[in-house]
């Protein structure tokens, strides 16, 4: 049974960092691109960030871009998410996801397992 599990999340003032990670269990990362996702309230899940197998890509919406960070450890079969500089927009519950194969993808309907998703809120 594939399993994503999120963890870091938390509430933390505006221009804080975050970590967050997602680590899998039931299958191996290396072969799979991944992604993040988040959802504000009354908001549709949204892409945030994606990276390919080996890390070698990335892409990042608008927003994020020079403050989040996407990474991975495919020897930890785990993925990560830093984020700095956060502002009080970036609040919402925050979704990792794993794509069926190896390169990058943007849409939520790309991906195959999503986790449980983590709450990131920034106050100001």
């Known amino acids: 049974q594939v399993q994503l599990v999120e963890s870091g999340g938390g509430l933390v003032q505006a221009g804080d960092s975050l970590r967050l990670s997602c680590t899998a269990s039931?299958?191996?990362?290396?072969?799979?691109?991944m992604g993040w996702f988040r959802q504000a309230p009354g908001k549709e899940r949204a892409f945030v960030a994606a990276?390919?197998?080996?890390?070698?890509?990335?892409n990042y919406t608008d927003s994020v871009k020079g403050r989040f960070t996407i990474f991975r450890d495919n020897l930890k079969n785990s993925m990560y998410l830093q984020m700095n500089s956060l502002k009080p927009e970036d609040t919402a519950v925050y979704y990792c996801?794993?794509?069926?194969?190896?390169?990058?993808?943007?849409?939520?309907?790309?991906?195959?397992?999503w986790g449980q998703g983590t709450q990131v809120t920034v106050s100001s």
């Open positions: 996801a794993t794509a069926p194969d190896y390169d990058l993808k943007l849409k939520p309907s790309e991906f195959q397992y």
């Open positions: 039931g299958m191996a990362l290396i072969t799979k691109g």
């Open positions: 990276i390919d197998w080996n890390g070698g890509a990335t």
